[in-house]
Antibody
């Protein structure tokens, strides 16, 4: 059974940093693209970033470019999101998602339960 | 970025109804469209990919259609467990984008 378990969320002040983790199990982690998707309270879904199987390619939504960094450790079956220069508008539940599809056409096949990040003074 | 217009934003329906949700793209995306269901406090779940292919385990009352710029999610006979919020999502290009969501509520 595919399992994705996020951790690392919490309360952080504006301008601060946080590192999210996603522990994957039940599948061959190194064979899949992985993504982070977020959802602000009471709002819709927003894709944040994704990373290729070997970490050689990464893509970001414009609003986080230069502030967030996605990475992975295939030996540890783990996905990460380093978030710097956090803003109030980054407040959201952050979901880790396993992608599936062909080449670069990948949808979100499995999701974790999410971790809440609150940016507030 | 590809903009998506999902409608309606709120849909009031009764158990047994047939409901349709629309998703329109700002440019053509072939069939690179997925639909997700999200219940309160839960993560989204994949319902349909490639515009019309049902994810394993999803009931057959769900169906998807369309290609290019116009897509539709249909629930043929609404069940109590289907009251939720539904999102379309394109995976044709970066950034990946979602529709604004359609909340299906009990009439």
């Amino acid at each position: 059974e595919v399992q994705l378990v996020e951790s690392g969320g919490g309360l952080v002040q504006p301008g601060g940093s946080l590192r999210l983790s996603c522990a994957a199990s039940g599948f061959t982690f190194s064979s899949y693209w992985m993504s982070w998707v977020r959802q602000a309270p009471g709002k819709g879904l927003e894709w944040v970033a994704n990373i290729k199987q070997d970490g050689s390619e990464k893509y970001y939504v414009d609003s986080v470019k230069g502030r967030f960094t996605i990475s992975r450790d295939n030996a540890k079956n783990s996905l990460y999101l380093q978030m710097n220069s956090l803003r109030a508008e980054d407040t959201a539940v952050y979901y880790c998602a396993r992608e599936f599809g062909s080449w670069y056409a990948q949808y979100f096949q499995h999701w974790g339960q999410g971790t809440l990040v609150t940016v507030s003074s | 970025a590809i903009w998506m217009t999902q409608s309606p934003s709120l849909l009031s329906a009764s158990t047994g109804d047939r409901v349709t949700i629309s998703c329109r793209m700002s440019q053509g995306i072939s069939s690179y469209l997925a639909w997700y269901q999200q219940k309160p406090g839960k993560a989204p779940e994949l319902l349909i990919y490639a515009a019309s292919t049902l994810q394993s385990g999803v009931p057959s009352r769900f169906s998807g259609s369309g290609s290019g710029t116009d897509f539709t999610l249909t629930i043929s006979c609404l069940q109590s467990e289907d009251f939720a919020t539904y999102y379309c999502q394109q995976y044709y290009s970066f950034p990946r984008t979602f529709g604004q969501g359609t909340k299906v509520e009990i009439k």
